[in-house]
């Protein structure tokens, strides 16, 4: 079981904002910076957000990042179909040493 | 073009070994951490080890500690992982990433009887 606890999904209708979240702790959020991924059915995960709220070139800006003590948040505005994928936070653990993933949240759009 | 390139997955025994290769191209493996991370089938993803940059320190899963090590040729600008003591719970989609910015598509190993 991960360190990081995501909800096991979230939906919505096109237009429509979701926000993910990842909850960690001192040693891990609370301490270094989050990454998101975004997993498309069947292909490799995808860097989409780096350092918290950095969005790598060619994400679209209506993916956002933030993050609060030791939760972290992925934000999508303006769903579109082409969102309907799993996304993972990821940061690095001082206690273990080591990377850890959340659980990952399956985006549907309805 | 930065590219990363997995093989030498397949079948094995429980206790056998086998050894992964990432070639990289369009970039240095000294100049960025390299990382690997395995998908067991229809499950999320797992950090499983990383290699600095300067190829000085490496980290690993306390699930594979002991059984897998990275390590790199950069006269090949190629990453390994050499698991040896596999286990059923082994079995997944094992992909090599650039500085989490750049994967490749991943190499499958089965671990059965």
């Known amino acids: 079981q991960s360190v990081l606890t995501q909800p096991p999904s979230a939906s919505g209708t096109p237009g429509q904002r979701v926000t993910i979240s990842c909850s960690g702790s001192?040693?891990?959020?609370?301490?270094?910076?989050v990454n998101w991924f975004q997993q498309l059915p069947g292909t490799a995960p995808i860097l989409l957000m780096y350092s918290d709220t950095q969005r790598p070139s060619g994400v679209p800006d209506r993916f956002s990042g933030s993050k609060s003590g030791s939760s972290a948040s992925l934000a999508i505005s303006g769903l579109q179909s082409e969102d309907e994928a799993d996304y993972y936070c990821a940061v690095w653990d001082d206690s273990l040493n080591g990377h850890v993933f959340g659980t990952g949240t399956k985006v549907t759009v309805l | 073009e930065v590219q990363v390139v997995e093989s030498g997955g397949g079948l094995v025994q429980p206790g056998g070994s086998l050894r992964l290769s990432c070639a990289a191209s369009g970039f240095t493996l000294s100049s960025y951490a390299m990382s690997w991370v395995r998908q067991p089938p229809g499950k999320g993803l797992q950090w499983v080890s990383s290699?600095?940059?300067?190829?000085?320190?490496?980290y690993y899963a306390d699930s594979v500690k002991g059984r897998f090590t990275i390590s790199r040729d950069t006269s090949k600008n190629t990453l390994y992982l050499q698991m040896h003591s596999l286990r059923v719970e082994d079995t997944a989609l094992y992909y090599c990433a650039n500085n989490w910015a750049y994967w490749g598509q991943g190499t499958l190993v089965t671990v059965s009887s």
């Open positions: 001192s040693s891990n959020i609370g301490s270094h910076a």
């Open positions: 290699i600095s940059a300067s190829g000085v320190s490496a």
